[in-house]
């Protein structure tokens, strides 16, 4: 491990995930010992590594902290922190299989709290055929919410099946499902309930509020590839959390070595989400948006994706297509075509801090 003093000041992040460069630079020339067996190792704007395993079997596996905010009710707070594992791992089109918990827990939480938590992750884990094969658990001073710990989630499934965001290729259409910052809006209506409805109205709190249990990308990746993968249908999926739906369309572009040409109007924005980011603002198409899935899909198959997805209940939309490499990236907006580059920062956590600091409700 290199020593902190030797980091690059200007891409060590001041909140937030580590810049592309600061991952390029620190992180990626020391991953250890070479292993043949690994296909697909860290990578920036990757979801997933994947190992082989033997007859032509792999295992995918992500690690993520485990995100608890007790505001939220330690139910709805299980939900979410177990739902933002799986919704990476099942990016890779198979479903999760095996958990591994660590729970540094503060000293401020009793046993009926983690009791709740703990249900949830069972409860969950049983729905989508998941065990629990290894852990650690303990109360510790000096942790406190909402990084609680982490996880391992797993998932095995066929060599020749699975998918990560560089499988992208010129053409493909892209989809997006759900819309635009999904995550940043859910969590500021459960967080500032009282300040939305003064400011914005009942109703604008309530479709807020709804959109809580959206923040999963699960079933959407799990119903995308049953039309097929890779030649036969999706060749790749991301779920668009930190940056947002740019930052993400950004990633797995850059991850297939791709451009991209995005058409702006196509991108959903909610009136909710679009009132409660202005609020407090936040750009909406550059905010944490997990719940929303990018996913890739051969062009004769797109419209065969869109109709899977719309008859799960989902909202999903082409957005744009992968380009040549040298096309760059562009967004499309009332007719013009502009270059984009990725966000880096995302605005949600500093309008997070600022209203917390302001007290608000």
Known sequence: MADTNDMPAATFPAIGKVSPEFFDEIIYPRLGADREEVLVGPRHGHDCGVVRTGDGRVMVLTTDPIFIVPEYGFERAAWFAWHILASDVTTSGFPPAYVVVDFNLPMSMNEEEFKTIWDVFHRESSRYGAAVVGGHTARYTGTDYPMVGGATFIAVGPEDEYLHPG??????????????????????????????????????????????????????????????????????????????????????????????????????VLPAVDAICSHFGMDPLTSISEGTLIITVRPDRADDLLRTLRAKGRTAEAVGRLAEKHQGYNMVEAGKRRPIEHPRVDPFWNAMKEAMEKGLT
Do not use: W
């Open 167 to 268: 499988m992208g290729r010129p053409g493909d259409v892209i989809v997006i499902t759900k819309g635009a910052a999904i995550e940043a809006t859910g969590i500021f209506a459960c967080a500032f309930p009282e300040t939305i409805e003064k400011n914005l109205g009942a109703d604008t709190l309530r479709e807020g509020r709804a959109l809580f249990y959206e923040m999963s990308t699960v079933d959407d990746a799990l119903a995308a590839v049953t039309i097929g993968v890779r030649d036969d249908g999706v060749t790749a999926m991301h779920d668009a959390t930190e940056c947002g739906v740019i930052g993400g369309l950004f990633e797995i572009a850059q991850a297939s070595g791709a451009g991209i040409v995005v058409e702006k109007e196509k991108i959903p």
